[in-house]
């Protein structure tokens, strides 16, 4: 054991309070193992009671982004592309379906998760009971008010403004059984090479159909001429008519002029009575 000397350059009293740290720090139990290291990961859900062999069976809930596994007799959800299982009052999270499980804080749980009716809890605690099955847990009241002031409004939310719901990692049926990755290391290597291997959706070809494709277009009227060429027509039209009117006017002068020019003489109309 290494013991702290004084030295006569910093003083005695000084001295002697070092040399009584050193004692303290060296004369202090040594704590076991389990109480030295924290472990955040349970292998294959061991130490939560989840031994799932297959890829569960995940159904919607409804007006939630969030899934249940109906079939399951756990507490088991999947939200925002995780794994979740309520069990012995703690939330436990993964990012496949059999774990390993990570624990996660009660103020880091998302809300929405929180939010998941009572009914969708296959295997809910005794306290779940006097709850209303329509309506999310009482997380205010069972948790106390330091974590309702810590999550304020978490049970109130715009019902009509429900985020989508995150896609199933179902590429994760391929691994069940004995090819279930175990080793998280391994887990994040097939994730990012179905990643990779993931078509990218294409855009919409944007090109204009066929004519003979359109049927609606085909009955809408033309468009309208602009206001410069609607007056220009009306004027034209106008003078048309002007014109015609003038032209009609003249005919018929001439015509009753030449009649009247052409008439017997008055002498002529004298001789020719008896």
């Known amino acids: 054991m290494n013991v702290i000397t004084a030295s006569t350059s910093i003083g005695p009293f000084k001295a002697l309070r070092q040399l009584g740290c050193a004692l303290c720090i060296a004369l202090l139990p040594a704590l076991p193992a389990?109480?030295?290291?924290?472990?955040?990961?349970?292998?294959?859900?061991?130490?939560?009671g989840i031994h799932l062999s297959n890829y569960p069976s995940l159904v919607r809930v409804p007006g939630y982004p969030v899934y249940y596994?109906?079939?399951?007799?756990?507490?088991?959800?999947f939200y925002e592309g995780l794994y979740w299982v309520y069990t012995d009052?703690?939330?436990?999270?993964?990012?496949?379906?059999?774990?390993?499980?990570?624990?996660?804080?009660?103020?880091?749980?998302?809300?929405y998760l929180l939010r998941v009716p009572v009914r969708y809890y296959r295997q809910p605690p005794t306290y779940f009971r006097p709850w209303r099955a329509d309506a999310p847990p009482r997380w205010g009241e069972h948790w106390g008010p330091s974590w309702a002031q810590s999550r304020p409004g978490w049970d109130q939310w715009n019902r009509r403004d429900v985020p989508r719901a995150a896609p199933l990692p179902t590429y994760q049926r391929a691994y069940n059984g004995s090819r279930y990755p175990d080793q998280p290391q391994r887990q994040e290597a097939i994730r990012a090479e179905h990643e990779r291997a993931r078509p990218v959706?294409?855009?919409?070809?944007?090109?204009?159909?066929?004519?003979?494709?359109?049927?609606?277009?085909?009955?809408?009227?033309?468009?309208?001429?602009?206001?410069?060429?609607?007056?220009?027509?009306?004027?034209?039209?106008?003078?048309?008519?002007?014109?015609r009117g003038s032209n009609r006017g003249h005919d018929t002068g001439n015509d009753k002029g030449g009649e009247r020019g052409n008439g017997p003489k008055s002498g002529e109309r004298n001789r020719d009575r008896p």
Do not use: C, H, M
């Open 34 to 48: 389990q109480a030295q290291v924290s472990v955040d990961f349970n292998i294959q859900g061991a130490g939560i």
């Open 201 to 243: 959706p294409r855009p919409e070809a944007t090109r204009p159909l066929p004519q003979a494709t359109r049927p609606a277009e085909a009955a809408r009227p033309p468009p309208a001429p602009p206001r410069q060429e609607q007056d220009r027509r009306g004027n034209d039209r106008g003078n048309q008519g002007s014109e």
């Open 69 to 77: 596994a109906p079939q399951e007799r756990a507490n088991y959800f």
């Open 89 to 111: 009052d703690v939330w436990y999270e993964s990012r496949w379906y059999n774990g390993p499980w990570g624990r996660v804080a009660r103020d880091e749980v998302p809300l």
